[in-house]
């Protein structure tokens, strides 16, 4: 069966136009379709399961925006949230109820979320998130497994997988070697080499950082036990076990990877889905973790935009969609 041809004159118009003015003419670099050898088409807008271009061109939209649209473009609840919010006004530098809600909504999914602290993205969710485990426990060696990805943090861009993999690159220039000094790379579902580095390095690990499903590297699922050595070992040496659900979050159950395997984390990042398509993210876990971060704690974390009411707009809509539609049987057709 022939592919069908597709006009794409305006999109590499604008695709020249924005090389000149953004580098490499986007905003984030898994755009620019180099991995695939090709050039991005320009969005107009999305429907349901479609995406349309500036050509006219209909796609079937299997990417979702890389994971926020698990209803699809456009949802009701969705748009009509989003639409009240914008009536009421973008930002106020000060607290609302909305923050409050969408926070109870993350807590009732996710049982290992006693506290949870909206950022505005999953890098800052899984940054904040480290900075708390070494806060925490006073300790400063993070463990992360090879190929896992949790964003643009100077500490955690080694071995990374997503486009530092696709580029061949394992970090990138601009990270000086001291920001990676406490970083104990490991491979992902290496009982033998975890439990072997803990015996040798158990008083400084301060915690394991990990995506339960590593989607960067070729979805990874983790072999049996090895998500429960990860407990045990951060059980037994009061180590943090954060796992990273920036990308499994409301996506692989409702209550994440964590349901899904059985296994539960001291701290958890989110991000994507919780925003329903807004800059968002979010990090949670134990209270008295959580509660060292300030203005409770000594752990600094701030951002002028964090939980701003149309994210949590956007979040409303989308976990309230969730928990009434429980689309997760017919996910797993």
Not at 22 to 27: L, S, T
Not at 81 to 97: D, H, I, K, Q, W
Not at 144 to 165: N, P, Q, T
Not at 263 to 283: N, R, S
Request: some cysteine; hydrophobic content about 40%; aromatic content about 6%.
């Amino acid at each position: 069966m022939a592919l069908p041809s597709l006009d794409h004159t305006r999109s590499e118009a604008e695709f020249a136009r924005a090389k000149q003015l953004i580098p490499g003419g986007v905003n984030s670099p898994a755009r620019a379709f180099g991995g695939v050898g090709g050039n991005p088409v320009f969005i107009e807008r999305g429907a349901e399961a479609y995406l349309y271009d500036i050509d006219g061109n209909r796609y079937v939209d299997y990417i979702g925006s890389w994971g926020p649209h698990i209803l699809g473009h456009r949802h009701p609840l969705i748009v009509k949230s989003l639409e009240n919010a914008l009536l009421r006004g973008t930002s106020f530098g000060a607290p609302t109820v909305q923050e409050s809600e969408l926070a109870e909504l993350i807590i009732e999914a996710v049982p290992s979320i006693e506290r949870v602290r909206m950022v505005n993205s999953g890098t800052e969710a899984t940054m904040s998130a480290v900075r708390l485990a070494r806060g925490y426990t006073g300790r400063n060696v993070i463990i992360k497994f090879a190929g896992c990805y949790h964003g643009h943090v100077d500490s955690l861009l080694v071995s990374a997988g997503s486009g530092a993999l696709t580029h061949g690159v394992p970090s990138s220039p601009g990270i000086p070697a001291g920001a990676t000094q406490d970083t104990l790379i490991l491979e992902y579902n290496d009982i033998e080499g975890l439990k072997a580095a803990f015996a040798a390095r158990s008083s400084e690990i301060a915690g394991i950082i990990l995506e339960p499903v590593v989607g960067n590297m070729g979805v990874v699922v983790p072999i049996a036990g090895f998500l429960e050595t990860c407990r045990d070992l951060c059980t037994q040496h009061g180590s943090v076990l954060i796992f990273d659900e920036v990308m499994t979050g409301f996506r692989v159950a409702h209550g994440g990877a964590q349901q899904r395997f059985g296994v539960t984390p001291d701290l958890t990042t989110l991000g994507k889905i919780v925003g329903g398509g807004l800059p968002v993210g979010a990090y949670g876990g134990k209270k008295e973790i959580m509660d060292s971060i300030s203005p409770v704690g000594p752990v600094y974390q701030a951002g002028t935009l964090s939980g701003n009411p149309l994210a949590m707009a956007g979040g409303l809509g989308m976990l309230t969609a969730l928990k009434a539609l429980d689309p997760y049987a017919e996910l797993e057709r």
